[in-house]
Structure formats: C-alpha cells, structure tokens
T-cell receptor
Framework: EADIYQTPRYLVIGTGKKITLECSQT?????MYWYQQDPGMELHLIHY???????EKGDLSSESTVSRIRTEHFPLTLESARPSHTSQYLC?????????????FGNGTRLTVT | QQQVKQSPQSLIVQKGGISIINCAYE??????FPWYQQFPGKGPALLIA???DVSEKKEGRFTISFNKSAKQFSLHIMDSQPGDSATYFC??????????WGAGTKLIIKP
C-alpha cells in the first residue's frame, strides 16, 4: 500500500512548457528524494532533502528545481521542458539515513516532452 | 569507483528453478547492500539487504550472498514463481547513505 503519492502518473507536454511534478508522503519521513529512471539503466538521484528548507542536488545534472516547505511535500519543477527531459521520475522517502532505513517509492510520473 | 555493475540484464527461469543475479562494486567504503524489486507501473520496493560483516542473509525464498574479498554480492531466488517476475536492482550505500544503483535485471519466470 503506497503511502507516497505522485501526480500526475503520465504527462505529455510540449517543448518550452513549465511543469511541476507533485510528490506527497503521509509517513512523516524527514528524507525525500527524486530519481530519474530510464529503461535498462540505473536509477539516478537528481535531488534530495533531509528536511524542511533543506534541498541538495544529486549526482545527475538536472535542470529541474525542488522545494521542501512542508515535511510531506516535495515537488519537482522544470521551468522549460525539453525532449531530453523525457523519462520516468520517481519520488521516494525514508525515515532516516543509514542501514535498515529503506526507501519508500511512489509509482512514478512518466513524462514525455514533444 | 562509484559504480555498481549488475548482470545479467535479463533472465528467463523456469518455474521452480533458481534465479541468480550478480552485482560487483569497486568502492570498499560501501557498507550497505540492498536489493529492490520493481513491478511494472510501480516504484521499487526493498526486498532484502545485507551488511558486509555477514556472508549470507536469507529471508524466505530470497538469499543474498556476499563476498567481501571479491567485492561481489548476489541475489538467489529459490523455487522461483511467476509472481517473482519483475525487475531487480542491486544497490550499494556510500558513507553519506546515498544509494548507487545497478542497471537492473528483468526476470521472467516461465510457468
């Protein structure tokens, strides 16, 4: 049962549009993450947050931005979508860092930029 | 040094057989090795994880074998079932608890 929700599930949008991918979790987790997933490839961390007002860039260069104003909400924004942004975006949360702190993933947003 | 190499890319196993997926890493500072299972249309979910101070961990039909000297670890699924058909990801955690992921193995269990 998913306690982390991503909307929309699918999005097709034209080049140059601004988009926001929503992610909310009801578990009270401090840590939240955005990953990019392409078929046959490893997950790449694009942003993470250790709590309210904390955001960091991950290991994959991204033109997106994130905000963490509330514990439960971690939206990702693309100011100007491009075809290279076409991918699946996964949001995740965890209660704390370290061993035995699994990531809880949402079901993803599949973005297509035409 | 931050890579985790996973093989095979895809695997077909008969029902009741043993599925084996392998991962290798270079960074000896990695200290946590989870496996995640992902079904189509869903996000990955933690399946089983191991620390490098043990050589094997078993949970039901799923076993992680860990070889610290070879810097390799593997997932074994015993008595594989069609419901096990999914994509499996290995990962390793660095000192900042950031996960470095393998590229995934698509497992198909034939009835």
């Amino acid at each position: 049962e998913a306690d982390i929700y991503q909307t929309p599930r699918y999005l097709v949008i034209g080049t140059g549009k601004k988009i926001t991918l929503e992610c909310s979790q009801t578990m009270g987790h401090d840590k939240m993450y955005w990953y990019q997933q392409d078929p046959g490839m490893e997950l790449h961390l694009i942003h993470y947050s250790y709590g309210v007002n904390s955001t960091e860039k991950g290991d994959l260069s991204s033109e997106s931005t994130v905000s963490r104003i509330r514990t439960e909400h971690f939206p990702l924004t693309l100011e100007s979508a491009r075809p290279s942004h076409t991918s699946q975006y996964l949001c995740a949360s965890s209660p704390h860092g370290g061993f035995n702190s699994p990531l809880h993933f949402g079901n993803g947003t599949r973005l297509t930029v035409t | 040094q931050q890579q985790v190499k996973q093989s095979p890319q895809s695997l077909i196993v008969q029902k009741g057989g043993i599925s084996i997926i392998n991962c290798a890493y270079e960074n000896t500072a990695f200290d946590y090795f989870p496996w995640y299972q992902q079904f189509p249309g869903k996000g990955p979910a933690l399946l089983i994880a191991i620390r490098p101070d043990v050589s094997e961990k078993k949970e039901g039909r799923f076993t992680i074998s860990f070889n610290k000297s070879a810097k390799q670890f593997s997932l074994h699924i015993m008595d594989s079932q069609p419901g096990d058909s999914a994509t499996y990801f290995c990962a390793a955690s660095n000192s900042n608890y950031q996960l470095i992921w393998g590229a995934g193995t698509k497992l198909i269990i034939k009835p």
